[in-house]
């Protein structure tokens, strides 16, 4: 089983409207972080946001907002009025224990298109 | 530098051949991690260095996988006898340290292609 799982593959949306990209996880641990990270074509992954899992309260930057939700271990991203440089793709990560190390795993990532 | 460089950012190699990819990490980042993207997949975990302590290998597919790193600098990541399955982004990441809280910082990766 994916501990990430990111179930959308290709979005496309029309520019101004609002996109949700969906991520669930899976883990044993209690304390975990979850994160998103976006990868537009030049290849670099760009770090978006942290949440750790004692923290339910959502969170927005701008037109960015996510909604974490334990009860169903989901943590959803909105882009609100989005806009073709949000194009790229997207992915959500869950960074936990695993014994004395710490292990960062990536979804296989939403592929965004905005057009114009 | 002000972020990740990796080098080269493309590599194309015959089957076989032994390929050799370097990541220089973010002055003072004591953790970095090397993964693996194929075309439309997710990162796969490699390998990842924390300060002196002994790495942790477990995500090396093979014995063809192998990586170094000097102190707290470079690292290199060497694949022996490529294989074609073995195109792929292949990405660094440092972290100033390495704990479940603090976010990697990723270069833009080395596009290998076996030929």
């Known amino acids: 089983a994916q501990k990430v799982t990111q179930a959308q593959t290709e979005i496309s949306v029309v520019e101004k409207e609002d996109v949700t990209l969906d991520c669930v996880y899976e883990t044993r641990d209690t304390t975990y972080y979850l994160f998103w990270y976006k990868q537009p074509p030049s290849g670099e992954l760009v770090f978006l946001i942290r949440r750790n899992s004692f923290d339910e309260q959502n969170e927005i930057s701008g037109r960015y907002s996510w909604n974490f939700q334990k009860s169903t271990s989901s943590f959803n991203f909105t882009i609100t009025a989005s806009q073709v440089v949000d194009s790229a793709v997207y992915f959500c990560?869950?960074?936990?224990?695993?014994?004395?190390?710490?292990?960062?795993?990536f979804g296989k990532g939403t592929l965004l298109t905005v057009n114009p | 530098g002000a972020g990740v460089s990796q080098s080269p950012s493309n590599k194309v190699t015959e089957k076989g051949k032994d390929v050799e990819l370097r990541c220089d990490p973010i002055s003072g980042h004591t953790a970095l991690y090397w993964y693996r993207q194929r075309l439309g997949q997710g990162l796969e975990f490699l390998i990842y260095f924390q300060g002196n302590s002994a790495p942790d290998k477990s995500g090396l597919p093979s014995d063809r996988f192998s990586a170094e790193r000097t102190g707290e600098s470079v690292s290199t990541l060497t694949i022996q006898r490529t294989q074609q399955e073995d195109s792929a982004v292949y990405l660094c990441a440092s972290s100033l340290f390495h704990s479940r809280n603090t976010e990697a910082f990723f270069g833009q990766g080395t596009r290998l292609t076996v030929v």
């Open positions: 990560a869950l960074s936990e224990a695993q014994g004395s190390n710490y292990k960062l795993t």
